[in-house]
């Protein structure tokens, strides 16, 4: 540690720490704006700036280390003015349509024009110039309200190795955008929304489809289901000011309940009928000399990564559907038989923590002959906006169950949500089912955690089985990488396309940088899914009663004719 004085008070700090880092690990914080740890670190924003004695100028805390016996001013009049002025420069340039603004209340620079006393604007910008781009149908983006922060160009380069944005044109002309002015549809983005949920402002948001919900929920001629994904249980709490990594699966049910579905679901139970399928698949594979390794097809984002960037891989892609899809499928077919209701007039909502999602259900192949599986996919902070709108005090509703045709689910497909969750569960049933015997040990630790590239070897019915993981897209090419090359060789592949899996999807809650900068929230969310799988008595896939009624009425075995017509796919190079 080195010894420092800051605002007069001395502190020992971690050596090496920027002025940011020695702040908060005393308590004290420094607004940022443009600093997002590890991949944004360009000093580029100046609202960190803070007083070092002896330096000529202030300085930018996010990018300057301390060192022994500095005496830093986080707070002066001094430093508090040049904070005031660079914000009223940003926001001269920013359209304030706070009040219509869907980031009102949740916008970094609404908090820190409080925080500052920001009562009028002295400066007068050009704030409405640009068309709002909306191509993908998913990702909208306002750049009149974008900061030039250049958060979403670093998740997008960085994090997921797609860099699709960046900054195009100079001084006041400078806006964020694809190459040659294009449009992101026209450009080989993927969707994921890491660039929505890294931005401070309402620059960018996914494209809103809750009143196609709210319009089916009041159709008097549509039976109207719903599932959720694995993670948004561990979500939502967020909204409502539980603390991160709660889980209120018990009162999302009971919210939809209110809203007037007529089936509540879990997705995570189609998370468990896709282990059944993919190990299924695996299985044929490995015993049968099928393309190895066999890669998880359950996140889109990573799916479209695979087709624009990969294409060679893409026979080695698991042809399941993802669990949304297989939700889909099965609610436009068994279900429909089930209740005697005829496919065209079940209305199917998901809810995901996942932008990319909204294009997946568009996808060719994802019907159930001829239906469209999903019919609007939603994220979790759409949903939120439901809750309010239908005026739910969330936190104050009662617990209850998901409708138990559809709603009982594995802690399997729970851990579905965290980054390792879809190998561990596959991992599961597949020790059980090729040795014959109950697993002494359920949890594989090896494939647990955030860590970006995960593997382990274990053995199944004699053989070496060599497993890899691996969450955001930048990590998923160098595993590419490496299996191209030769230098790895593995069986089975889990890849997420949002670091961490969905627990840190695109349609996640957005927490402010103050939070994502120190604390890890991908593991905070995703000890709820591993807690509430731990303390579970069904926790693999292949003894969910629902899955295996589902094959005893319905689909007959795991890959069957009828399971390949309904729950698989194909893709497109
Ligand atoms: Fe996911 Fe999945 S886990 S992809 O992260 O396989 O989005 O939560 O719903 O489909 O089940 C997302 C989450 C989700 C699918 C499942």
Known sequence: TVKIKINGREYDVP???????????????????????????IGSCRICVVEVKGAKSLVTACVYPVNEGMEVYTNSLKVQKARRMTLELILSNHKRECLTCVRNQNCELQTLSREYGLEEVRFSGDNDRYEIEDSTGVIVRDNNKCILCRRCVAACKFNQAVAVIGPNQRGFNTHIACAFEGDLAEVPCVSCGQCIASCPTGALTEKDDTDKVWAALADPTKHVVVGVAPSIRV??????????????????????KRMGFDGVFDVDTAADLTIMEEGTEFLERLNNGGKLPLITSCSPGWIKFAEYYYPEFLENISSCKSPQGMFGAVMKSYYAEKMGLDPKDIYVVSIMPCTAKKFEINRDDQDAYGEQGIDVS????????????????????????????????SGAGHIFGATGGVMEAALRTLAEVVDGKPLEKLDFHDVRGTEGIKEATYVLGGKEVNVCVASGLANCREVLESVKKGEKNYHFIEFMACPGGCVNG??????????????DLRAERAKGLY????????????????????????????????????????YVA
């Open 15 to 41: 050596q090496g720490s920027t002025i940011l880092e020695a702040a908060h690990s005393v308590g004290i914080d420094i607004p940022t704006l443009c600093y997002m740890k590890k991949i944004n670190a």
């Open 235 to 256: 979500h939502m709490g967020e909204f409502y000011g539980m603390p991160i990594g709660t889980n209120v699966e018990g009162k999302i049910a009971a919210a939809l």
């Open 378 to 409: 939603i994220t979790s902070r759409e949903f939120a906006r439901m809750i309010d709108r239908a005026g739910l005090r969330f936190a104050d509703l009662p617990d209850e169950e998901f409708d138990p045709c559809f709603g009982v689910a």
């Open 506 to 519: 695109g349609g996640q809650p957005i927490q402010p940088s103050r939070v994502t900068n120190f604390l």
């Open 531 to 570: 807690g509430e799988d731990a303390g579970m008595k069904l926790r693999k896939s292949h003894e969910n009663p629902v899955i295996k009624e589902l094959y005893d009425t319905y689909f007959e075995k795991p890959g069957s004719h009828k399971a390949h017509e309904l729950l698989h796919t194909s």
